[in-house]
C-alpha cells in the first residue's frame, strides 16, 4: 500500500490547537462510536493472535500475526475512507526522523544497560528472555523484526489505536491539547503492553509499556510512523544482544 500518494499527511488528521470560541472551549465532541469501533478491533486483534500463540500449527503465531495487525488497522479505515497515517519516507521527513530516533536511541539503551547492569549487580535475572527461534538465522530475524514485527505493530499500535485516539474529540488549545496528546501516549502504550501480556502469557511483559511509551511520544513528535517502526526494531535488536551478557 502507498503511504504517499492519496492521502494526507498525519499532522493535517490529528486535532489541530486553533483558537476556538470562549463558549467551545475544552473537549466537545467526543466520538463514542469510534471509541466502540477502536476498542473492538483491538480486542479482536488481540484475541485472534493469542488464539494462534496457543494453536498446535507450528509458527503459526510468528507468520500470521502481523498480517492480522495490518489487516486490523488498514480494512476499518479503508471503510470510513478516513485518512491512515503516513509512513513518513519523504526526504524532507527521513533526516529529521533519523536525528530524533538516534539521540532517542542513544538515552533509552544507555538507561537500558544500566537497568540490566543493576539487576545482575543484586543478583536478578532478566526480565524477558531473549531468543532467535533455531529455524531463524540472524539475517532472516532481524528482517522479520524489522520488516514484520516492528512495521505490523506500530502500524496498528501507533498508525491506528493512537491516531484514533486523538481523534476521538477536539480539546481546544493550550493545555487541554497538550493533556490529550499525552493521554494518547499512555493510551496507545498501554494496549501495546495490554497485547504483550495476553499473546505472551507473561505478566512481566508488562515492561513492554516502556518501549511502547517511547514509540507514541515518536509517533507525536515525528508525526509520522517511520520513526517508531527503526525504533522499535532497534530496541528488539539491542535486547537481544546486550541481554545475554547479564545472563
Known amino acids: ?15 489541530t490547537a486553533e483558537p476556538v470560541p470562549p463558549f467551545t472551549k475544552g473537549f466537545k465532541r467526543f466520538n463514542i462510536f469510534l471509541l466502540t469501533e477502536t476498542t473492538l478491533v483491538t ?24 498480517g492480522i495487525l495490518v489487516a486490523a488497522a488498514l480494512i476499518p479505515t479503508a471503510i470510513k475512507r478516513t485518512e491512515f497515517a503516513e509512513i513518513g519516507l519523504n526526504i524532507r521527513q527521513i ?38 527461534p533455531k529455524e531463524q538465522g540472524w539475517v532472516s530475524w532481524l528482517l ?38 499525552w493521554l494518547s501516549i499512555v493510551l496507545s502504550a498501554a494496549c501495546f503492553a495490554f497485547a504483550h501480556i495476553i499473546v505472551l502469557g507473561q505478566i512481566i511483559s508488562v515492561l513492554t509499556l516502556l518501549p511502547g511509551l517511547i514509540c507514541a511520544w515518536l509517533f507525536l513528535r515525528t508525526r509520522s510512523l517511520l520513526a517508531p517502526i527503526l525504533f522499535h526494531g532497534l530496541a528488539n535488536t539491542c535486547y537481544l544482544l546486550i541481554a545475554p551478557v547479564f545472563a
Open 144 to 181: 522479520y523484526q524489522f520488516m514484520y514485527v516492528a512495521l505490523a505493530e506500530e502500524i496498528f499500535f501507533r498508525g491506528y489505536v493512537q491516531s484514533n485516539i486523538l481523534r476521538l474529540t477536539n480539546p481546544g488549545k493550550g493545555s487541554q491539547y497538550r493533556l490529550w496528546k
Open 1 to 15: 500500500m502507498d503511504y504517499q500518494s492519496g492521502q494526507l499527511s498525519i499532522a493535517n488528521s490529528l486535532p
Open 95 to 132: 533526516g529529521h526522523t533519523l536525528l530524533v530516533v538516534f539521540r532517542t536511541c542513544v538515552v533509552a539503551f544507555t538507561a537500558l544497560f544500566a537497568g540490566l547492569w543493576l539487576l545482575k549487580s543484586f543478583g536478578l535475572g532478566l526480565p524477558l528472555q531473549p531468543a532467535v
Open 43 to 66: 480486542i479482536a486483534a488481540i484475541l485472534a493472535i493469542r488464539l494462534l500463540a496457543t494453536s498446535s500449527i507450528p509458527n503459526a503465531a510468528w507468520l500470521v500475526s502481523p
